[in-house]
């Protein structure tokens, strides 16, 4: 009987056999493998209750690929009662990286965060660790620019079942039309991932247009005492001409004296107050109020220390549901106007207000380049898995070679604000060389032309032999999805160790795949002609 138990279990063979035998014997909960990952528990022995409240799973990152239960369970065992283990396995029976812990209440599962976030699991082994959040939100890109929330929410109603809210984004330049892509909230993580699986690419159109649609990031969770203390708002859908200064008035207004300096980003700001009160008290006064023109909504903003933003930007693609950015410049982010704009942060670092200014230029040659918007990556794994806070957008600096990349080294070199230096505006726009476009730009244009739905790109990284990490793009371009769904997405077949260069590379290679022509050349390939009949026209 023995025997048999052994040779069901899912345990026979696998590395550490004999200690994971010894933790099963010891703590009597159970531990299966099954759909690609190892189960501990869910419940434990003599648990009658219901299972745990949401908030109670913790997402744990950067394990050891030969660490196993055997070192794991002990550790969280310390801090409180575990519910269940769920450990992510790969087919040669190494964990792929990532573990999530449900405890039996929330505070077991805070006091985890805190004590094993960058805990030292080996000899420079530091765990990442956060909350993990059911995953009930679906990024839909595609969507006609001129749609209201009202129409997308019924239209997917139509097209899948669960649908609970839509969140749609005006555009920065014209409040009156959307920026071709929505959120849209399920019931639950079961119906989110039944309606991303019906809405793969081709299968479904929306008023006629192809569509994108992936999984979108929550946000980043932050702790009651933290936000308790936050006294900063945030306000989105500002007019791009609407002035720090008259932000500051309308804030003002509610009492006078009460703000101490606005930060504005194209249509976002950040406006800090002398204290808490008043800035609560501005919140409410203010939120869904008309200002320039526009409807602003103000909600209180969201600390995130430096470690964790780094921590919660690393890994994986995927979609941010409120798509976020790094508020750390004394001197604000410079974007460049012509990239497509996606969103807002909602975070502020704290550390940044009493840095001392520098400038930042990039040292590569010719001329200097411009600075866009980037999504960074996040800590989510595979797509479907349970969804981890954390997303990112940050401002990178552009390769301004034009759209062959050549692998040039670059230096980065921070210059000191000197004394008397004198800093003129303008426009980034204005670096660029007349006649010169990026792939990024170059890809866009050419599916406008065919109208084959705008190009999403997915970022991803890995870590090289040098423990460097590494980043690569993949192209989805939504109407040629269907076509051809043995090469979506296109995938390049090198990571570069810069992000904005990994982009560019991607949208090269995937004109090239196409056969259009970006290097001299002036004819599709063969391959691309077969592949693609349609292109003789471009």
């Not at 101490?260 to 609560?280: G, L, P, Q, T, W």
């Amino acid at each position: 009987m023995e025997s048999n138990h052994k040779s069901g279990d899912g345990l026979s063979g696998t590395q550490k056999e004999a200690a994971l035998r010894a933790l099963v014997q010891r703590t009597g909960y159970s531990l299966v493998q099954e759909n690609g990952q190892r189960k501990y528990g869910g419940p434990p022995p003599g648990w009658d209750a219901a299972p745990p409240e949401r908030g109670c799973e913790i997402f744990i990152g950067k394990l050891p690929r030969d660490l196993f239960e055997d070192e794991l369970i002990p550790l969280c065992e310390k801090i409180g009662k575990i519910y269940e283990m769920r450990m992510m396995m790969d087919f040669n029976g190494n964990n792929r990286g990532y573990a999530f812990v449900t405890f039996s209440n929330r505070q077991e599962a805070k006091d985890a965060i805190k004590q094993l976030n960058n805990y030292e699991i080996r000899n420079g082994r530091l765990l990442g660790v956060c909350a993990s959040v059911d995953n009930c939100r679906l990024f839909v890109g595609g969507i006609p620019k001129t749609k209201k929330r009202e129409e997308i929410l019924a239209e997917m109603k139509k097209v899948t079942e669960g649908v609970v809210d839509v969140i749609v984004y005006p555009s920065a330049a014209d409040k009156t039309r959307n920026r071709g892509f929505a959120f849209v909230e399920y019931e639950s993580h079961r119906t989110a991932a039944m309606a991303r699986r019906k809405l793969l690419p081709g299968r479904i159109q929306l008023w006629g247009h192809p569509i994108a649609v992936d999984w979108a990031e929550p946000e980043v969770e932050v702790d009651e005492d933290t936000m308790s203390s936050v006294k900063i708002l945030y306000v989105r859908n500002l007019m791009l001409s609407t002035s720090e200064e008259m932000i500051e008035k309308e804030f003002n207004n509610i009492k006078p004296g009460a703000v101490e300096r606005v930060k504005k980003i194209r249509d976002y700001a950040f406006v800090h107050f002398s204290n808490r009160e008043d800035a609560v008290e501005a919140m409410k006064a203010l939120n869904g109020k008309m200002l320039d023109g526009s409807p602003i909504e103000v909600t209180l903003a969201k600390p995130v220390d430096k470690d964790s933003y780094v921590r919660y930007t690393r890994g994986t693609g995927g979609r941010g549901s409120m798509l976020q950015g790094e508020y750390t410049y004394s001197l604000g982010h410079v974007y460049d106007p012509t990239t497509t704009y996606l969103g807002a942060p909602v975070f502020y670092a704290p550390q940044a207000y009493t840095a001392i200014p520098s400038l930042h230029f990039p040292a590569t040659k010719g001329h200097l380049g411009n600075r866009a918007i980037i999504r960074a990556p996040s800590v989510r794994g595979a797509a479907g898995v349970r969804g981890l806070a954390g997303r990112g957008y940050l401002a990178y600096t552009g390769l301004g070679r034009g759209y062959q990349v050549k692998g040039d080294k670059r230096e980065d070199k921070l210059y000191d604000l000197l004394p008397g230096m004198e800093l003129t505006p303008m426009n980034p726009v204005t670096l660029k060389p007349q006649g010169i476009k990026l792939a990024p730009q170059i890809l866009e244009e050419i599916c406008q032309k065919n109208n084959w739905g705008q190009p999403v790109y997915q970022l991803h990284s890995a870590i090289g032999q040098d423990q460097r990490q590494l980043f690569l793009y993949k192209i989805t371009i939504p109407a040629l999805a269907n076509q051809n769904p043995t090469i979506h997405p296109f995938t390049p077949p090198k990571l570069s160790a810069y992000v904005d260069e990994a982009k560019t590379y991607a949208a090269e290679y995937t004109l090239q795949t196409l056969g259009i022509p970006t290097d001299g050349a002036d004819a599709p390939t063969a391959a691309a002609a077969t592949a693609f009949p349609d292109l003789h026209h471009l």
